[in-house]
């Protein structure tokens, strides 16, 4: 397993994009209302991207995906396409997922967002325990840790809240390529012995359903959408092994109270 451990250089660039990332998802939240189409968030941040950034979205084109980001509504559980026809409605639930290739190097996150006020409390409480569980697999990051404790974390804390977790889409290491070595499981799996070092950088994304695990990709080749119907939600962070701990690469103003070193 090629697992690259960045330098100080690299690991100033990834930062940077990582900041753009993040910077887009809280740019889009005032745009996240009942009536507007996916499409129309996809373009606003594909002109911000663009524009103002003078950076370039890195899902566009990749392996011929279409659009700019990913926008996961409801059952959708990762790589939904932006569509005219797909108009957000009071107590939807929503994912936009954000690439940004800049000088380079990537940085990627995701967050939920609630379209409306009429949120139930399912899923107000699935939001919740998908960032929670994010969050508890972050705080244990640090050099010398086993890799599998990553997910066996999540997999804990999810399935105690009686949701389940997502096995087909995982996280992964970041930098000069979109994806790189590890893959990071959500779940208690084999990780081939591998220990978290100083300089490795990647992503957890936690994917979550309220009913079934089970998941399948529809005709477009892109859509994964639960079996049985039910929502699902994810956040993700990019994030550096550091000396001591950890250092969230992605992390955004709202999040800035969160007890996180």
């Given at each position: ?49 663009i524009n103002v950034q003078k950076a ?151 994917m979550v359903n309220i009913g079934s ?49």
């Amino acid at each position: 397993m090629n697992i690259l451990i960045k330098k100080a250089s690299e690991i100033n660039k990834i930062i940077q994009s990582c900041k753009l990332a993040t910077e887009v998802l809280e740019m889009i939240d005032l745009y996240i209302i009942p009536g507007i189409s996916t499409e129309q968030l996809n373009c606003i941040c594909h002109d911000y991207i663009i524009n103002v950034q003078k950076a370039k979205p890195a899902t566009l084109g990749y392996k011929g995906y279409p659009k700019s980001v990913c926008i996961s509504r409801n059952d959708v559980v990762c790589h939904g396409i932006p569509n005219k026809n797909e108009i957000l409605c009071n107590g939807d639930i929503i994912n936009i997922d954000v690439t940004v290739l800049y000088n380079g190097y990537y940085g990627d996150t995701s967050k939920m967002f609630y379209v409306g006020n009429n949120i139930s409390s399912k899923l107000r409480k699935l939001c919740n325990v998908t960032q929670n569980s994010l969050y508890k697999a972050i705080k244990i990051i640090k050099p010398g840790l086993r890799l599998y404790l990553i997910g066996k974390t999540i997999q804990q804390y999810v399935e105690n809240e009686n949701f389940s977790v997502v096995r087909n889409y995982c996280g992964h290491g970041i930098g000069k390529n979109f994806h790189e070595e590890p893959q990071i499981l959500h779940y208690n799996a084999y990780d081939y012995g591998v220990i978290l070092q100083e300089g490795m950088i990647f992503t957890i994304e936690p994917m979550v359903n309220i009913g079934s695990k089970d998941v399948y990709v529809a005709n477009d080749g892109w859509t994964v959408k639960t079996q049985d119907k039910s929502f699902s939600a994810q956040y993700e962070h990019t994030i550096l092994v550091t000396k001591n701990g950890y250092q969230i690469l992605t992390l955004r103003q709202e999040e800035k109270n969160i007890l996180l070193k």
